[in-house]
């Protein structure tokens, strides 16, 4: 297990399951004007993606992630903080967990799409370092019409064996 999740502790944290989904997609409806539907989650599970649900000491969904990995490149599809609970500094903790088992998998890099008008994830993203590397137009539906993801990136420097 990696020493992030222990430290993370009571919190529990663990891969997302089906039993998850209806809690998950009750927050995801919430957070966003285009939802993943059941079935992009199940696919995503069903394809053995790296994911995470985050839990409070009773029990209740926090929050959740899911990233693909490709060779030694880890893309972030979804991360997801319940709207109560925004603005605590736990989309930052994913993200470091995220970095973390991405690193400890052998990955060099992590990548993501965001919305142009998502700009509570923009500001996350640079804070933590993510840079823009590029614009793929139209690229998510949106209410009348398409709108621009940015392609973020950031290096994932490779632990130093002690
Ligand atoms: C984007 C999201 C995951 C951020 O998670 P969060 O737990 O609210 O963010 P954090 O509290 O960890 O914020 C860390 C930093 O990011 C920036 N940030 C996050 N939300 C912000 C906001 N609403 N406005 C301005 N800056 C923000 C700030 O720099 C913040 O640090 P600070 O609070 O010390 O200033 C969350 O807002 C969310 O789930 N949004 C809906 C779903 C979504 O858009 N997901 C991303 C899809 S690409």
Do not use: K
């Not at 969904?61 to 490709?70: K, S």
């Not at 319940?82 to 973390?100: F, K, T, V």
């Amino acid at each position: 297990m990696s020493a992030l999740l222990r430290d993370l502790a009571p919190m529990a944290i663990q891969a997302m399951a089906v039993a998850d989904l209806d809690e998950v997609l009750a927050i995801e409806q919430q957070a966003y004007s285009h939802p993943w539907t059941r079935g992009n989650f199940i696919d995503s599970l069903s394809s053995g993606y790296l994911s995470h649900v985050w839990r409070d000491d009773q029990g209740q969904l926090q929050g959740y992630f899911l990233a693909m990995q490709v060779l030694d490149e880890m893309h972030l599809l979804n991360i997801t903080v319940h709207p109560r609970l925004q603005r605590q500094r736990l989309g930052w903790r994913m993200l470091e967990l995220l970095a973390q088992l991405a690193r400890e998998r052998g990955c060099r890099q992590l990548w993501l799409e965001v919305r142009e008008s998502n700009a509570p994830a923009r500001r996350l993203y640079e804070a933590f370092g993510l840079r823009q590397l590029g614009l793929r137009r139209d690229y998510y539906p949106a209410h009348g019409g398409r709108e621009n993801a940015l392609l973020m990136g950031l290096d994932l420097p490779q632990e130093s064996p002690s």
